[in-house]
């Protein structure tokens, strides 16, 4: 689960983290009040959104104008920005081009940057070890320098036997170039961001940028905070930090029935049980040509109601042109799935060619149940069968 930057400025701030002074704004008014209650002279009006480049973004409807990052000179200054981005949209490289609409502005005091740095902190899959990532290249995408200068990108893991020590944040400003002040008070900041990292549960926290002001202090002007979903349960205090009107409806519908569905923009849906058959699924689709408009496992024990609702929500997407079911029955067994599909598809009016691939457990009487609804149901005798068909299908239907 993703938060805004104001709320895991909000939340770091209480382990210690460095944040500047700043308020959370869903008006002009809200804005230009906001300002007045901080130092000035400078003020920044952030736009709150769950995308980065935000700062390099521009709104749709001024493309050619300021970004989603805007330096303010004034509280009335603040407000005029404020009206230009509060209900607009903005397209940053991460947002994709249809961008996101902006509702809330964090007000920001400004701040003197002397250097701009990057620092996060995630599980290493590879070690499994939570793992500190430090970059002189603060500012930019880290993908991008970590591409073209992987040299400049610094990584410190923490034994979880061991526990952080102040050797790891010595270890990175030295490679950041920190001394004196500047690397006792980063050392501080890291360790106060692992120990955020852990007590929240957290997925990821990226300070990007980590900055050292004029005065030698190092500030998260930045923050990405994200949640691990599977520890969710232990925070009920955080469910109310989402926002839903930056999710998926799509995906909160299937979260809603334990369904694992992740919306993609290709023109399949597809609907599997279990997570690599569902992968494999969607590897084929591409191979005949055609891409998969989402991930979707129903898991091992898919009811009815499950393959009803999982039908749904691949039909609410307006991009759907064709449906795969792939299901492989072994503790579940084909003739129930059918029943399922066949009582689904009559429920949703289904408007698009579908074809279902069955396999396992009582697969002859399954493929007779779709053979005699009376739908216009295709049946496949195998995986690459099944791609090829739902791809032609959908061609002919166009
Ligand atoms: P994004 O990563 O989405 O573009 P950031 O919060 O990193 O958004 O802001 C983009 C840039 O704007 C920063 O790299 C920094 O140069 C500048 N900036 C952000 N907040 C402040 C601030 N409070 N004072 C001065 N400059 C800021
Ligand atoms: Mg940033």
Known sequence: MNIHEYQGKELLKQYGVTVLDGRVAWTPEEAEAAATKLS???????????????GAGRFADDPNGKGGVRLARSPAEVRANAEAMIGHTLVTKQTGPAGKAVRRLYIEAGCDIARELYLSVLVDRAT?????????EGGMEIEEVAAKHPEKILRAAIDPASGISGFHGRKLAAGLGL???QASSFGKFVAAIYKAFLALDCAIIEINPLVVTGAGDVVALDAKVSFDDNALFRHPELEKLRDEGEEDPKELEAAKFELNYVALDGNIGCMVNG??????????????GMAPANFLDVGGSATKERVTAAFKIILSDPNVEGILVNIFGGIMRCDI???GVVSAARDVQLSVPLVVRLAGTNVELGKEILAKSGLPIVAADNLADAA???VKAVREAA
């Open 388 to 390: 090829e068909k739902i």
């Open 179 to 181: 001394t004196g002040k």
């Open 128 to 136: 499994g070890f939570v793992t500190f990532v430090a970059s002189t």
């Open 337 to 339: 799935i059918a029943e």
């Open 275 to 288: 997570a690599g058959l569902a992968m494999s699924t969607m590897d084929i689709i591409k191979l005949y």
């Open 40 to 54: 000035g002279p400078v003020y920044v009006v952030k736009s709150q959104i769950h995308a980065g480049g935000r």
